[in-house]
């Protein structure tokens, strides 16, 4: 029998999804800059998620402070709505949102079964992560999001045994 680890995405919104070049594209068209959920995805974000999620079939664990005031089903809601890729399986505990590692640690201690996992950010700070999770972190820059790059080594980091 094979063994299956179970893949995780652990995903911040601003920075990462949310960029302020869609949004100025977005004001300069004359359309919303947010939805009933909050400020809109950058599609090009979202169509490198996508293929992180093909690739890897990654559970996501929200870890953007939108969690707080949406909580699990709000972000689920958001997600169905917005018809974005993959499935929000949980979000991490409001533990300490300046230093993130806390949060995704307890998430992780929460955990039955084995986890391999990816963490997506823009915060530019290391020490708000653990150092065991630093080869997990995946930094991106706050200007361009999510990019071919990133999701590149991501879906390698996920799919090693």
């Not at 093909?54 to 709505?81: F, H, N, P, Y």
Request: glycine fraction near 6%; hydrophobic fraction near 40%.
């Amino acid at each position: 029998m094979k063994f299956t680890m179970r893949k995780i995405l652990f995903l911040d919104f601003d920075g990462v999804m949310v960029m302020d070049r869609y949004q100025t594209q977005l004001m300069a068209s004359g359309s919303p800059l947010r939805d009933e959920h909050g400020a809109k995805f950058d599609p090009i974000c979202v169509e490198f998620l996508k293929e992180i999620i093909d690739s890897t079939d990654a559970g996501i664990v929200v870890t953007s402070t939108w969690k707080m005031e949406r909580g699990l089903d709000g972000m689920q809601r958001m997600w169905q709505a917005r018809n974005l890729p993959g499935k929000v399986i949980g979000i991490t505990p409001d533990i300490d949102p300046i230093h993130r590692g806390n949060e995704i640690q307890a998430w992780l201690d929460a955990q039955t079964s084995a986890v391999r996992y990816a963490i997506i950010d823009d915060c530019p700070i290391l020490d708000f992560f653990k150092e065991e999770q630093l080869p997990h972190l995946f930094r991106v820059d706050e200007r361009t999001g999510l990019d071919k790059e990133t999701v590149k080594r991501v879906i390698t980091h996920l799919s090693k045994l």
